[in-house]
């Protein structure tokens, strides 16, 4: 059974940092393009970073570029999402994700075949 699992969550002001996992289990997704997603209340569900099977390729929503870092070590079957100078704008629940269909730049969440349950981030100001 595939599962992803997302931790480090929590609450932190304006300007703060916060370092999300994603830790997979069930399959080796190595081979695998893997995504980070989030959702605030009352809106759809967008994306925020992904990354290629080998960790050479990286592309960011607008929104958070130069803010946010992901990366993965595919020896620990983990993907991370380092995010650094929070903003009220950025809470919501954060979703990490994997495709096993698409190869490239998968930024729709119709991409992505398996889901975590999602991690809480909430930035006060």
């Known amino acids: 059974q595939v599962q992803l699992v997302e931790s480090g969550g929590g609450e932190v002001q304006a300007g703060g940092s916060l370092s999300l996992s994603c830790a997979a289990s069930?399959?080796?997704?190595?081979?695998?393009?893997m995504g980070w997603f989030r959702q605030a209340p009352g809106k759809e569900r967008e994306f925020v970073a992904t990354i290629s099977w080998s960790g050479g390729n990286t592309y960011y929503a607008e929104t958070v570029k130069g803010r946010f870092t992901v990366s993965r070590d595919n020896a620990k079957n983990t993907v991370y999402l380092q995010m650094n100078s929070l903003k009220p704008e950025d809470t919501a629940v954060y979703y990490c994700?994997?495709?096993?269909?698409?190869?490239?730049?998968?930024?729709?969440?119709?991409?992505?075949?398996?889901w975590g349950q999602g991690t809480q981030v909430t930035v006060s100001s």
């Open positions: 994700a994997v495709t096993i269909r698409y190869s490239g730049r998968a930024i729709s969440p119709g991409s992505y075949d398996y």
């Open positions: 069930g399959r080796t997704f190595s081979g695998y393009t």
